[in-house]
Each structure stands twice: as structure tokens, then as C-alpha cells.
């Protein structure tokens, strides 16, 4: 995307004068932050791993080609093992300080924000670690260049010019403001590493705004979302943050029963009720009155409940199993639902009318894989959490770690990366560097691991076979490879090849197959027509 400054300078003054001078600089500098995050897990991935400084200082060379600033090194400082970068930069032309003279004049504070965003999102990217960088000299405030100075966020005496990582503690009073910043505290919660939402990306800041408006209100809220992304801890943050919060917070699982039981322990019954009550008693619905009733995995309702719940928000009235009258209750509700929801309400198996009146404000929670930018910060968030809680020192973080922490899918979300992190505090040695050893699960095929080949040739995990068949006869398999006339290259191609043959020439699907990217694999095929290879007439898609 290219834009002319004078059209960059007239949206910065409009955007200012819009929303005033520090929701600006926030904006902008998270702006730049999700841009730098992006160029950081591609220069991350440029050049094999022993030449980690060269990929770093790509990035300096990108922000000038993407006519930014120009770059020059005063000095830096750059640990592999440990992730630990700090550097000081000399900025020359930047195109913020020519937009804000243009439009503004002389400023009484440094307005290079997206580029310093900019920075910080690169370097936390690509290092792995939540790195902070400031501007100290601004040529807008009439200094003769604008200079930079970045370091691990935990090494700053004051975060307050941080407008970047973001955490929203639910610790404290009711009344308290939840929305922080990460700072290196003493974790005083024991349940810390379940009661903080963290992250920096443009997603995590809007489904933040987006809990900041309903929070106040009375209307029902409906998070959606993967497995493991947060969403209890979401439904959370809205009754803290809402003039309920004194009031109780009751949560409720709707896959964990159904029929009569489900009927009871949600909406209460009388003596005497279907299944052989011998005393009355309330369901979550009236423990929750006057507070907030939370409805995790609402789509597993039964047709039953959902009748019952409908009523319950259109009339505030709910009704015991077996009773035969009405109680009045005032709650509000809070649902939670995996994106099924949709499919259920389209093969009516979810009611119309409830999902609409639920569905009054609801609220994306995207995928880990898709704000691969907040790795960093939930990384070193959890370190933090689990070192202290577990009374270990984490030295630092191995290169191998990171890579497979950005490039990993984590299907499990925010949950498998905190579980992740847990148990590599345990395993890693005191005083150790947590390895990419240390996140491996036996249980979990997707974690990494090494492969071998099996005795028909193809790649196992581990070494073990579908059949049983042990690791010493996949390395004996490697031995006879290695003895014969074995091409790896070769070896690699007739992999992919078959994997096309296999897929019926849908790249997509080969791909997924062989754990790459569909331009990867196009790439890869590219290269091998090119040495004459032939795909036996397969159609490529």
C-alpha cells in the first residue's frame, strides 16, 4: 500500500482532532506494532537459524523500504540464547515528523508513534520477548534527529509512554480500572495466570473495546469462539467491569447434563419433581439473581432448557421443575458458544428466537493462529506466572523454542499455550533455558517431536508406528537408507510428488498433508518441474 504523506498527515491531524491526542498515539502505535509483528515472523523465518543477527536487522531495511524511516545503528545488543535484544537507533527522514510539521508545527513530545510501534512489534516478534522501545529525541520537538532506545519492557523503571502491551487484570476491586499495562509486579493473585487478559494485536484491542461498551449495559452477550481462547475469562472481565460486580457471578457448563438433571440444576425444582426431588432447591438461574448468570457452551442446551431460558430473558421470570409457580429473578446473561452455533441454529437444532435475543452484543474471540503478535507477551506472562507459582528461575528462552511458539497452529488456544508453558517450567532445570524439548507432550501427536521413517517408507512421529512397531526398527530403516544409494533431496520430492497424487492435485490439501504452507508447496513443485520431475499428468489446483 503506498500513500502520499500530505493524505498520511491530513488523516494524522483528523484522526487527533477526532479522537484526541492520546487515544491518537495509542492507535497509531498499535498501528505500527501489528505491522512490525508481521515483518518480524517474516524475517524470522528469511535465513537458517545461525544467522538469527542478519534476519534481525532486515527489519530496519524494511521499515525504509516501506518509506518510514532511515535506519542507523548507534548500538545494540543481541543474545540468541537467551532472546535479550536492547539497541539505540539514530531515525533520519522520518515520514511522522514531516506529517506532524506539516499539519501540527513544532511539537512538546516525540510523535514518531507508529514507528516506534513499529520497532517494538518487530523486536517482541522476532526475539520472542516483549521488547519496549521509546523515543528519546524527536526532530518534531526541534532535537537535530529522532533517536530510539528499546529493551526488554521489564528492564524499563517507567512504562507509563507505553501504549503497546496491554493487560486487563481482574484483580482488585469492582471499581477499580482493570485496563493496565504489563509491568514486571509481584503476582499477589494465586489464580493470576487465569484472571489477566494480555495481549497487544489490533484483534485483542478491539474485542477489549468491544467488552468496555457492553460492560455497563444490561444487554445479554454472547462470546464466540474456538476452544481455549478465553471465553470464560472474557464473560469474566464484562461482570468486574459492569455495576452488577458486587453482585454474584455464577457459571454453568450446558454440556454437563441434560433431561431432568439439567432442568434442575439450572432452573431449580420443587419436592416432589420428575426424577424423585425429596427436597426444593434453586437452580443457577436464582443463585445468580441480581448478578450474572455465565452459560458456557450454550449450543449443547436441550430443546427443554432452551424453552425455559427463553423465558427467562423474555419475561425475567423462571420456573421450577415441578413447581407451579413463577419466580421473578433479575439477571442478566452471558453465553459462550464455538462457531457450531451457527450450523445448529441453521439445522434447528438451536432455537431461532433464543439465539437472536442472545445474540443481542455478541463478541468474536479470533484464534491464538491468528494474533500469532500476542505470543510474546501470553509467552512471558505465563513464565513469569509459572516460575513463581512452581519456585523456579527461567534463565531464558531457547531460539528453537521461539520459532516453534510463532509457527505453531496451537488448536488448544490461549489454554494449550498456558498448559504448554506450565509444563516446561516443570521440566526445564532450575536456573535453565526452557528448550523446545521442554513443550513436547507424549500425549499430543502435534507437538514436536522428531520423525523416522517407517519400514514402508513413510514418516512416522517418534518412530512409532501405526502397527506398534518400535523406534529400533525405524532406525534400522534410516541405517539401510543411509547404507544404500539414498538422495535426500530425491527423497524429499518423491514425498511431495505422491503427496499431490494423493491429494488429486489440490495443493491445499497436499500441503496440509505434509505440514507446509500451500506457497511453500507451490514453490517446492515449481522447482522440482524445473529438473524435469513429472507428476504422471496430474492436475495441479
Not at 113 to 129: D, E, H, I, K, L
Not at 399 to 419: I, K
Not at 432 to 437: A, N, Q, T
Not at 516 to 531: C, D, N, S, V, W
Request: proline share 4%; with cysteine.
Amino acid at each position: 500500500m503506498l500513500m502520499h504523506l500530505s493524505a498520511f498527515a491530513s488523516f494524522r491531524k483528523e484522526l487527533m482532532e477526532t479522537v484526541g491526542l492520546e487515544t491518537a498515539r495509542g492507535m497509531l502505535m498499535r498501528l505500527g506494532y501489528a505491522s512490525g509483528a508481521i515483518d518480524g515472523a517474516l524475517a524470522r523465518r528469511a535465513r537458517p537459524e545461525e544467522d538469527l543477527l542478519a534476519n534481525f536487522l532486515a527489519g530496519p531495511r524494511l521499515h525504509a523500504i516501506e518509506g518510514m524511516v532511515v535506519v542507523e545503528p548507534i548500538a545494540h545488543t543481541f543474545d540468541p540464547l537467551t532472546n535479550y535484544h536492547a539497541g539505540e537507533w539514530i531515525w533520519r527522514n522520518s515520514a511522522e515528523v514531516e506529517a506532524h510539521l506539516l499539519e501540527n508545527g513544532l511539537s512538546s513530545e516525540p510523535v514518531c508513534w507508529s514507528a516506534v510501534g513499529y520497532a517494538s512489534g518487530y523486536s517482541s516478534v522476532f526475539m520472542g520477548r516483549p521488547i519496549l522501545y521509546k523515543e528519546v529525541e524527536c526532530r518534531a520537538k526541534g532535537d537535530p534527529q529522532c533517536r530510539i532506545v528499546g529493551k526488554p519492557v521489564e528492564e524499563w523503571d517507567d512504562t507509563s509512554g507505553d501504549d503497546l502491551h496491554h493487560e486487563w487484570s481482574l484483580a482488585g476491586d469492582g471499581d477499580a480500572d482493570h485496563w493496565g499495562r504489563i509491568v514486571d509486579k509481584p503476582i499477589h493473585s494465586p489464580d493470576h495466570a487465569d484472571g489477566s487478559m494480555v495481549g497487544a494485536s489490533p484483534s485483542f484491542v478491539s474485542m477489549i473495546q468491544m467488552i468496555s461498551k457492553v460492560a455497563p449495559t444490561e444487554a445479554p452477550v454472547l462470546l464466540v469462539g474456538e476452544v481455549g481462547v478465553g471465553k470464560k475469562i472474557a464473560s469474566r472481565a464484562i461482570h468486574r467491569l459492569s455495576t452488577r460486580s458486587r453482585q454474584p457471578f455464577v457459571s454453568f457448563n450446558c454440556s454437563s447434563c441434560s433431561g431432568d438433571a439439567l432442568d434442575a440444576e439450572l432452573f431449580g425444582q420443587e419436592k416432589g419433581a420428575p426424577g424423585g426431588a425429596t427436597i426444593s432447591r434453586g437452580g443457577r438461574v436464582e443463585r445468580a439473581n441480581r448478578g450474572t448468570l455465565f452459560l458456557e457452551d450454550v449450543h449443547c442446551l436441550d430443546a427443554r432448557a432452551q424453552a425455559k431460558l427463553l423465558r427467562v430473558l423474555q419475561t425475567g421470570e423462571v420456573d421450577r421443575a415441578g413447581g407451579t409457580q413463577s419466580r421473578p429473578v433479575k439477571v442478566r446473561i452471558i453465553a459462550s458458544a464455538t462457531p457450531r452455533i451457527s450450523a445448529a441454529v441453521r439445522d434447528g437444532s438451536f432455537r431461532e428466537d433464543l439465539y437472536y435475543k442472545l445474540n443481542t452484543f455478541p463478541i468474536l474471540l479470533v484464534p491464538l493462529r491468528e494474533r500469532r503478535s500476542d505470543i510474546p507477551l501470553l509467552t512471558k506472562h505465563f513464565i513469569s506466572v509459572f516460575a513463581d507459582r512452581h519456585r523456579k528461575e527461567i534463565r531464558g528462552v531457547s531460539q528453537s523454542s521461539v520459532s516453534f511458539l510463532l509457527t505453531y497452529d496451537f488448536p488448544g488456544n490461549v489454554a494449550e499455550l498456558e498448559s504448554m508453558i506450565e509444563r516446561a517450567v516443570i521440566l526445564v532445570p532450575s536456573s535453565g533455558i526452557l528448550d523446545v524439548s521442554h513443550l513436547s507432550s507424549a500425549l499430543d501427536q502435534r507437538s514436536p517431536r522428531f520423525f523416522s521413517v517407517s519400514r514402508n517408507g513413510s514418516l512416522v512421529l517418534g518412530g512409532v508406528e501405526a502397527s506398534g512397531t518400535g523406534s529400533d526398527q525405524g532406525t534400522e530403516t534410516l541405517d539401510r537408507l543411509l547404507e544404500g544409494k539414498f538422495h535426500l533431496e530425491d527423497f524429499e520430492n518423491d514425498i511431495i510428488v505422491r503427496a499431490v497424487e494423493r491429494a488429486s492435485g489440490n495443493l491445499s490439501k497436499a500441503a496440509r498433508e505434509l505440514g507446509m504452507t500451500r506457497p511453500q508447496l507451490a514453490y517446492r513443485i515449481r522447482k522440482i518441474r524445473e529438473f524435469g520431475e513429472n507428476f504422471r499428468g496430474t492436475d495441479i489446483t
